[in-house]
């Protein structure tokens, strides 16, 4: 049991590493905009899901597209979305900002199913949202004096695209949805594919492109995905803090790239905020987990 623990937790914080790599990547890029960056990245990161689920499925790879249904495709279309502001959000702002808003997804999360699905949520739940939107109204700030804000605006709504894939995902839970994810690239690429002026970028930006659909999403992403089956959701959010961890820190050191007093302040607001409601989240989950082992028949 403690080894299956370890390698769930494991896996989570090798997939954060692979994550928190965007920021440092885009700050790479010699002249390709954000639209080219989105095509290559997106048919990459398709590219990479198609070929494990063909591997997965085998001559079952169309149904297992098929089976997903009207809301597969309307969580591929919220995924592809907030992908695309995802790669904004990095580019408009500093990494520091984008990351720490996008890592209040879990607390987001808890919000709407608390005010939407009518889930339970405790008042340190509840405490923990109001105190981390201080947190981020002290990043928007930051944004607005430094002219960044449409960054901020931009990871919000990767905030909100996340929440909606999660919500769409949770109501098809007997479902595989890996295939909804592998759509979601495809409209990263075709969103990019429209807006972009031509699609021909230097190699050196062609190759970071791919590295960040192959490698920084697709192996990040997969390590989530399996650590899903070892460790409790709570406990995942809790260790995929390691992206809007090391993010900040990747660009600092080699592009130069020093978060503001502000940032520091909000981002530690919301870093708090977070890793107290999830670890109050694993606490709860473990117990309840116990109480129905204990009522169980031996």
């Not at 623990?5 to 440092?24: E, N, P, Q, R, T």
Request: hydrophobic residues 55%; aromatic residues 10%.
């Amino acid at each position: 049991m403690e080894r299956r623990y370890a390698f769930g937790a494991g896996l989570v914080v090798i997939g954060g590493v692979f994550l928190s790599l965007s920021g440092i990547l885009l700050r790479n890029i010699e002249s390709a905009s954000g639209w080219q960056i989105l095509f290559y990245r997106g048919l990459a990161f398709s590219l990479m899901l198609f070929l494990i689920l063909l591997l997965k499925y085998r001559k079952g790879t169309l149904s297992a597209f098929r089976a997903i249904g009207r809301p597969g495709l309307w969580a591929a279309l919220a995924l592809g979305l907030g992908s695309v502001a995802y790669i904004f959000a990095i580019l408009l702002t500093t990494v520091a900002n984008a990351l720490f808003i996008i890592g209040a997804s879990p607390l987001a999360t808890a919000l709407i199913g608390w005010l939407i699905l009518g889930e339970k949520t405790s008042r340190f739940g509840i405490a923990a949202m109001l105190v981390s939107l201080t947190g981020i109204g002290l990043m928007f700030a930051d944004g607005l004096i430094e002219g960044r804000w449409l960054g901020n605006i931009a990871a919000l709504i990767v905030v909100a695209s996340f929440v909606i894939f999660l919500l769409l995902v949770r109501g098809r839970q007997q479902v595989d949805m890996l295939p909804a994810t592998c759509l979601g690239g495809l409209v990263m690429a075709g969103v990019g594919g429209i807006f972009a002026d031509d699609l021909i970028i230097s190699n050196h930006d062609l190759v970071i492109a791919l590295l960040m659909g192959w490698v920084q999403f697709g192996i990040g992403f997969l390590c989530f995905t399996i650590a899903t089956r070892y460790i409790m959701a709570s406990e995942v959010a809790l260790f995929a803090l390691t992206e809007a961890i090391l993010g900040p820190i990747w660009v600092w050191f080699g592009v130069g790239e020093q978060p503001s007093l502000l940032t520091f302040i909000g981002s530690g607001i919301v870093l708090l905020c977070v890793s107290s409601y999830c670890i109050v989240g694993i606490r709860e989950e473990r117990r309840r987990l116990q109480s129905i082992s204990t009522r169980s028949p031996t």
